[in-house]
């Protein structure tokens, strides 16, 4: 009876063995979020005038534009890590290692904004708009990656609704995410104001993109009560 007791206590502990606590990653990884997409606006210039301040703002349109941008994406990242968590009941050292990775490049974004904006109007646009497409098709990417991982670990998720769930996501991130990510970045090269015109795009359908589920659920309600 000892012996099997003792059988017992060591396979759970090798099922735990590389199991780590969820609230950990998720605590860290919103302190991260939270301070890239801090920086990101105290990289805005203030302009240094006495008059006519409403011109100086305008001349530093880049800025203003990269910075929504950026805060949008980082948004859109955060909210869709925040699903990923939502849907996952404990951690392992891959997934820890595949967030840091995407963190990284969270962290990063301050300085790819910084640096489009800045050569966005300069000979060099073409360079510093792929340096930030790239930063965002890579974020992409390892989210993508770790909703991947996760279909296979099934005994890591909530429940085996969860597993569902995230194989639709990943479909998402793989069919909008990255192929948008890898259409900016192959025009950045040549075209880099057509380039900066998707990433606005996406930014704005992220932003209206509830707007239109919730008129299509009103609609379908709609026919279904007639």
Known sequence: ????????????????????????????????????????????????????????????????????????????????????????????????????????????????TKLMATHLNGPTANISVLIYGLDLLITSFMLERIMHYLTRRPELLVDSQAEEELRVMTRQRRRFGIVMGLIGVLLALVLPAVAVAIYTFVAVYFILRPLFIERSVRHVLKKEGQ
Do not use: C
């Open 1 to 112: 009876m000892v012996a099997q007791d003792e059988n017992t206590t060591r396979t759970r502990r090798s099922r735990l063995i590389g199991i780590l606590p969820a609230d950990r990653l998720t605590a860290f990884a919103d302190g991260v979020f939270a301070i890239a997409i801090t920086l990101l606006v105290l990289e805005l210039p203030v302009p240094q005038v006495t008059e006519d301040l409403l011109s100086a703002l305008f001349k530093e349109w880049p800025s203003f534009l990269a910075y929504i941008i950026s805060f949008v994406f980082i948004g859109g990242f955060w909210i869709a890590h925040s699903a990923i968590t939502r849907l996952t009941e404990r951690e392992d050292g891959v997934t820890f290692r595949l967030t840091l990775v995407m963190l990284f490049f969270i962290s990063l974004m301050p300085f790819s």
